[in-house]
């Protein structure tokens, strides 16, 4: 009886791998969408491959910032700083090769490499995840460092998402960028301010120029709420210049800022300290749904996420 191999064809040989990488954009998708309503509310709202590249961006910023704010009881500083050095000697690698056995560097390295992502951002989020483990209080110019790594960087990641089909990719990357940055700042400082009291009390951080933790003045909790919502302005009139399947996304991710921001400046400082300002979840669903009607998306809806 003769036997008929059949040869592997490019789809047999190719398939293990193809399910590698959707394990992985699975496994980003999760860890967004278990840790931040808010992100997770908003990049629903993305076109579905713009979505994954967010996610397997954010996927990475998420495991890099546990490293550093939740380590476990018995780990030690050292040990976290090695664990922070290897994750991110694992994601150069995975720039350089385009595969890596930790699914959420795999999914972020796949991403970086076709959407032009590359070490000059990568480097800086490193820096002010490591400046966590050396820095507790801050200096104007030590905070501005820490605002581009931890934040400003991830804004200008997106964006490269944002512009991985775009013809003029680099033109409209210099046009977007200032805005990105603006916006991301905006995100972080209004987390500073969420977070004063547990930064300061549980992490021993000390993040805003000129607002003491234990005593916070109103005027310089009123101070940095006029600079966030600056960042927020100058975000805002960079939102129609983005891609269709993007803007109703940002658009949400903007506003719901906004109304944090808003939530904080009626909030007494002492108070915030105590009890984190949140945006209900209904409240979060209103925002998307307005934010839909404002872009020209009106069939865009948006499911309330748990507040």
């Given at each position: ?120 951002l990568v480097a800086p ?106 960042d927020l302005a100058a ?14 996304a940002v658009c949400t ?55």
């Amino acid at each position: 009886m003769t036997v008929s191999v059949r040869p592997p064809t490019q789809s047999d040989d190719t398939r293990p791998y193809h399910h590698y990488d959707d394990v992985a954009d699975e496994t980003a998708a999760l860890v967004i969408s278990s840790y931040s309503s808010s992100f997770g509310l908003a990049s629903r709202l993305l076109a579905k491959p713009v979505r994954r590249d967010v996610h397997n961006i954010y996927a990475l910023v998420r495991v890099a910032d546990e490293i550093v704010d939740a380590p476990r009881p018995d780990q030690t500083e050292t040990q976290r700083r090695q664990a922070l050095d290897a994750l991110e000697t694992e994601v150069i690698a995975a720039l350089r090769t385009g595969s890596s056995s930790n699914l959420v560097v795999h999914a972020f390295a796949r991403t970086a490499r076709r959407t032009g992502i590359d070490a000059a951002l990568v480097a800086p989020f490193f820096a002010s995840m490591r400046a966590d483990l050396d820095c507790a209080v801050h200096d104007e110019q030590s905070l501005a460092d820490y605002i581009y790594g931890s934040a400003e960087v991830v804004g200008l990641m997106c964006v490269h998402a944002f512009l991985s089909d775009h013809p003029h990719r680099k033109a409209r990357y210099d046009q977007l960028a200032p805005g990105a940055r603006r916006l991301g700042a905006a995100f972080q400082k209004v987390n500073f301010l969420r977070d004063l009291g547990e930064d300061a009390g549980q992490l021993g951080r000390r993040y805003l120029v000129g607002l003491d933790p234990d005593h916070p003045t109103e005027q310089a909790w009123q101070h940095w709420l006029d600079d966030i919502d600056a960042d927020l302005a100058a975000a805002a009139r960079t939102i129609p210049l983005l891609p269709n399947g993007t803007r109703v996304a940002v658009c949400t991710a903007h506003d719901i800022f906004a109304d944090l921001s808003r939530r904080l400046r009626a909030t007494p400082p002492a108070q915030a300290c105590r009890t984190r300002v949140r945006v209900p979840g209904r409240e979060k669903a209103r925002i998307a749904a307005a934010a839909a009607l404002r872009r020209g998306n009106p069939r865009v809806t948006a499911q309330a996420p748990a507040s």
